[in-house]
């Protein structure tokens, strides 16, 4: 099996609060862009659903074949170069494409070329940021780390999706993109301060692509705890993922529900995720990680089924719903903070950037599936035996964790 290098313990010293600050801001700014380019495109442009689908594509397409690089960029600069360059690599063609906006000379295929160079950019941050983690605060503290990071992510796009559309109304794209520009330099500010970040490159790390693909396989091959995470965080992602693409026709279109108490139901969702992310380090160090997991699953699965039993929109159930919505963000943070505390744990260091680039676009992968699969069985079936199956499939991921715990738990610390 393979095993983890030798890692600091509690003594370590970890980010200070500038660090999540710069996190937060980040993935805000983030939201900003990625609510305001699909709306830009049509308003700016006239741009087609084929059009809009493009751009998204594009964004998906770097996180998609980060096995190929991530790896290898890993191996050649350290972890604080590499975000740094993320970061300012994303500035500079976001104010390249803000000047361009306010020049009004903009096109379709700059905004492409936007959304590529973001998701490459986050495919390399986001890998190397996990890797880097269990350096930063040391092991019994990866946990809470990582559920520190699940909660910028909550608030950030929680924050940058609402801001985003107002934002590009009253102002207009180039201060959306100038907005989201300034946060990546906030973010590369604060992580050229954490001074953990600044260790050796990894001289015996694969320096090619075609080495990072053959070891990244070889390291799943052998790693039975990475194998059982792997296709467990792809059956997930793509029931979760069908999820979404289905929940609003329940709630709206079947149920009834206005604009306004949807997004109420989606505000308690991101709500259980910052619970989720609050409390998740003190449960991993209560709790078996399996036994941590597969609740978080079932959670979350029964909460799907029962959202099918919902009639009408009186406060009673817009309440109801709330609470179903708020335990979903709870359990799918919970799980997901559990399923990356293991890959840090049981991957060897040289290799985690490759390994957490890999889940990652198999995740990523299973995910458009799942909505094309969901899209297409509501219309012949109606939402609501969609939504129980969805339901039922995160049950049934919850029991393959459980049937897996043995090697889930052997990671536990």
Not at 43 to 69: D, E, H, K, R
Not at 70 to 86: D, H, P, Q
Not at 138 to 147: E, I
Not at 368 to 394: K, N, T
Request: aromatic share 6%; charged share 10%.
């Amino acid at each position: 099996m393979v095993t983890a290098d030798p890692l600091p313990a509690s003594g370590s010293a970890g980010p200070g609060n500038l660090f999540w600050l710069g996190r937060l801001m980040s993935v805000a700014g983030t939201s900003f862009t990625h609510v305001a380019l699909p709306l830009y495109a049509v308003v700016a442009f006239g741009a087609s659903s084929l059009q809009v689908a493009g751009i998204a594509v594009a964004g998906l397409i770097p996180s998609l074949l980060a096995p190929l690089y991530v790896g290898m960029i890993a191996s050649r600069m350290n972890a604080r170069t590499a975000m740094v360059a993320a970061d300012w690599l994303r500035v500079s063609v976001l104010v390249m494409v803000a000047l361009l906006a306010a020049s009004g000379i903009g096109t379709i295929q700059m905004l492409v070329l936007l959304a590529a160079v973001l998701g490459f950019g986050d495919a390399v941050f986001g890998a190397v940021l996990y890797a880097s983690i269990e350096v930063m605060v040391g092991r019994d503290k990866l946990a809470s780390a990582n559920g520190r990071i699940q909660l910028c992510t909550t608030l950030g796009e929680t924050a940058g999706t609402a801001a985003g559309g107002i934002v590009l109304q009253l102002f207009g794209a180039a201060v959306v993109f100038i907005s989201d520009a300034l946060s990546y330099v906030v973010s590369a500010l604060t992580i050229s301060k954490v001074s953990s970040l600044r260790e050796n490159i990894r001289r015996d790390a694969p320096r090619t692509w075609k080495a990072n693909v053959r070891a990244g396989a070889q390291l799943v091959r052998s790693s039975r705890p990475l194998q059982v995470l792997t296709i467990t965080s792809s059956v997930f992602n793509f029931f979760a993922a069908g999820s979404l693409s289905v929940m609003v026709i329940l709630l709206t279109q079947v149920t009834g529900f206005t604009s306004a108490e949807y997004g109420i139901v989606m505000a308690c969702g991101a709500a259980g995720g910052v619970a989720g992310s609050l409390l998740v380090g003190s449960l991993d160090r209560r709790v078996r990680r399996s036994t941590l997991m597969a609740t978080a699953l079932i959670l979350y699965g029964v909460a799907q089924c029962c959202y099918t039993v919902l009639r009408g929109n009186s406060i009673a159930t817009v309440l109801i719903a709330c609470l179903f919505d708020f335990a979903i963000g709870f359990g799918l943070t919970v799980y997901v903070v559990g399923s990356i505390t293991v890959q840090q744990i049981v991957v060897p260091r040289a290799m985690l950037a490759q390994a957490s680039a890999f889940i990652r676009a198999t995740g990523q992968a299973a995910g458009p599936l799942g909505i094309a699969v969901a899209g297409f069985a509501a219309a012949d079936v109606g939402v609501r035996p969609v939504v129980a199956a969805i339901g039922v499939g995160e049950l049934l991921v919850a029991v393959s964790v459980l049937l897996g715990r043995r090697l889930l738990d052997a990671a536990h610390h």
